[in-house]
């Protein structure tokens, strides 16, 4: 679940294990609820549903608010709790629901330690460039242990018909599979840094396209590569219970979905542009009144809000799609038919209704979001989950829930 989602983490890295047979055999789907009982080796999709509401996660959210504000964000961390608790109980998959037990001090020491971290970097430009760079290479070198602890906590303390989920990711599997991109931009921003601090007394063009462009270049041909290994890494290192989740996803599909979405930044900066034109002469007035520069940031923030909006819904449905769908646990494969259109739909709206209640309808925005994002998704179960069930030791729960205890939460996003 992200950012009260519904999100299971699942993504692992194992040496290459042979997918079974049966789910990779496409066959005729029944519905659950309409057809009548099939036979044990014919697939049945059984759709995720969400049964939570607006009114009731609101009450939630104002409480978690007002504590957290009283408590200046030590609260949080119970906050974070609650609600995690509230959006996995609501989330139902063939009758049953899932269940959040992880810890409030263990997310609040995540929480410090984050903290921590920022201050550093922080402070480090205060004292020094050196020092500054000497703390961006120490982040991008341990972020790949975070994300191993982060998806390890997550899974722990996950369940789903009292069965916990595991983690089998380790460090030394993170940092084989996920140091490329915080490496790539460590180094190509220590790159601009020196090429724009070797010329700034007068750097000329070609320095600033290269400082300008380098970077463009550095992350789009890293951030869908990254992104591939990263979820092979989360989804193919997970288990539920003894059961083992595979990942058959190609690289080639993220730089699509990537390269398809720069093309949409692209086609939108054209009305973007032919806007600025049309308004030019009224800009400028504006600019030239003494709230000039308060009409530059609200302009400047709405046209990059914009361009994101746009863009958000595309990346969201497309990346879900493209890694369930390629996802399976057991004989049984993941389903994802999230629409981008209905996603623009959703988060437009939910942004005009935000800004009219001045915040107040942002729990119904997320319910709401939440329920679409859930409700795309489906197991096809081949003869049923039981033999999810019938393939664990009867003490599984309880050892993942000691295990969970010596761990900590850090958030960050995926």
Do not use: C
């Amino acid at each position: 679940m992200a950012d009260g989602g519904m999100e299971l983490a699942l993504e692992p890295e194992v040496p290459a294990r042979a997918a079974p047979a049966a789910s990779l055999a496409p066959a005729p789907l029944r519905s659950r609820t309409t057809a009548p009982a099939p036979a044990d080796d014919e697939p049945v999709r059984m759709p995720f549903e969400f049964t939570g509401s607006g009114s009731e996660y609101f009450r939630i959210w104002v409480v978690n608010l007002l504590l957290t504000l009283l408590t200046l964000g030590v609260y949080s961390a119970w906050a974070k709790v609650r609600r995690l608790q509230y959006f996995y109980r609501n989330t139902r998959l063939d009758g049953a629901v899932f269940d959040f037990h992880g810890s409030p001090k263990a997310i609040l020491r995540g929480r410090i330690l984050a903290l921590l971290l920022v201050a550093a970097y922080k402070i480090s430009f205060d004292i020094s460039a050196v020092a500054a760079v000497a703390v961006a290479l120490l982040l991008a070198a341990i972020t790949p242990w975070l994300l191993a602890r982060a998806f390890r906590f997550k899974l722990a303390n996950t369940s789903y018909r009292g069965i916990r989920f595991r983690f089998r990711g380790s460090a030394r599997q993170a940092y084989a599979r996920l140091i490329l991109f915080p490496a790539m931009l460590a180094l190509t921003g220590l790159f601009v840094w020196s090429l724009v601090a070797s010329f700034r007394a007068n750097p000329g063009v070609g320095v600033i396209l290269l400082a300008g462009i380098l970077p463009i270049v550095a992350l789009g041909a890293t951030v869908p590569l990254a992104h591939y290994a990263l979820k092979r890494y989360q989804h193919e290192q997970a288990d539920y219970g003894q059961t083992a989740f595979y990942y058959h996803g190609r690289v080639r599909g993220f730089f699509a979905v990537y390269g398809k979405a720069l093309g949409l930044v692209f086609l939108g900066g054209i009305p973007a542009a032919i806007f600025g034109m049309l308004t030019a002469r009224l800009s400028s007035w504006l600019m030239a009144t003494m709230f000039g520069w308060l009409f530059a940031l609200l302009y400047g923030l709405a046209s990059a809000y914009a361009f994101y909006l746009f863009v958000r819904p595309y990346l969201e449905a497309r990346l879900q799609n493209l890694v369930w769908n390629d996802t399976e646990v057991g004989m049984h494969r993941f389903e994802s038919r999230a629409s981008a259109r209905h996603l623009l739909w959703i988060h437009a709206s939910n942004l005009m209704l935000i800004t009219l209640t001045l915040g107040l309808y942002k729990p119904f925005a997320t319910v709401r979001l939440v329920r679409y994002r859930v409700a795309s998704m489906a197991l096809v179960a081949v003869g049923g989950l039981e033999d999810l069930r019938a393939d664990h030791g009867a003490d599984d729960a309880g050892a993942a829930g000691q295990e969970a205890g010596d761990l900590f939460d850090i958030d960050i996003g995926l």
